[in-house]
């Protein structure tokens, strides 16, 4: 049975990756997700059904374009692939038939958009991190949640103004923005799925990542980076592994 389910878990993840990697190429340039049909992005060809199979196309075309043979850029394959990978570990971690892996889905699934959509434009979408917060929120009421609705509810106001009054001080101090809105409504809708014990430690998880990133990689001290990949990766992280073994700990303790 669970062979089964993975491999259709595969199936679809692939598809959404497919459908995400729309996400992340259109909404960055404000364009419909629906509207045109799947095109090359430099010829603007129609790529038709067959051409369009998650993982398996692109390396039949080898990462090209069949009519223009321009460049399709790694991410697409990646994404087809880490989408079904996060599906099948949210369903080893909590099974098909617990809510929890349902929410967490959802969250992880907005979470690898706004990854790629921040390394590569320096943007959170508002219309990818705003509808977290009602989205937490109404799984905080169903039964068999992990995170209480007056806790999420909580969760978010307190790390929205918190985050606004840091965002302000810094700005006041520095002269400069130092926490973009798209950080603070990213981080307010992981708060309403998580829940206050939770955010302590996705939020230092991202900032380890992010200050190992500016160590290693980032030559110029004073330039600027996507805070919003390094949440991405924390909440996934935690979606998995992270809160499952805080919730164990909280009923143990």
């Given at each position: 049975m669970n062979t089964i389910v993975i491999i259709l878990l595969a199936v679809l993840g692939a598809i959404l990756g497919s459908f995400i990697n729309v996400l992340i190429y259109r909404l960055p340039r404000k364009e419909s997700i629906i509207y045109p049909a799947?095109?090359?992005g430099n010829c603007g060809k129609h790529i038709p059904a067959y051409l369009?199979?998650?993982i398996i196309s692109y390396i039949i075309l080898g990462g090209k374009c069949k009519y223009c043979?321009?460049?399709i850029h790694w991410h697409h394959l990646l994404v087809e692939i880490i989408t079904p990978l996060i599906l099948i570990g949210l369903f080893l971690q909590y099974g098909l038939l617990n809510i929890l892996f349902f929410k967490y889905a959802i969250l992880c699934l907005v979470m690898i958009p706004i990854f790629f959509i921040d390394a590569f434009h320096q943007i959170i979408p508002h219309k990818l991190s705003i509808p977290l917060?009602?989205?937490g929120l109404i799984f905080a009421l169903i039964p068999g949640n992990d995170v209480g609705v007056i806790n999420s509810l909580i969760a978010a106001i307190i790390i929205f103004c918190f985050l606004v009054f840091l965002a302000y001080a810094y700005r006041l101090a520095r002269k400069v923005d130092g926490l973009g809105g798209g950080d603070i409504w990213l981080l307010t809708g992981i708060a309403a799925f998580f829940g206050l014990l939770s955010m302590p430690y996705v939020v230092l998880f991202a900032a380890l990542l992010g200050i190992i990133y500016f160590l290693i990689f980032v030559k110029n001290k004073k330039q600027g980076f996507a805070f919003g990949t390094f949440i991405?990766?924390?909440t996934i992280l935690w979606s998995l592994f992270g809160a499952e073994t805080a919730l164990s700990y909280v009923n143990l303790i």
């Open positions: 799947s095109h090359c369009n199979i998650p043979h321009a460049k917060i009602p989205l991405a990766i924390s």
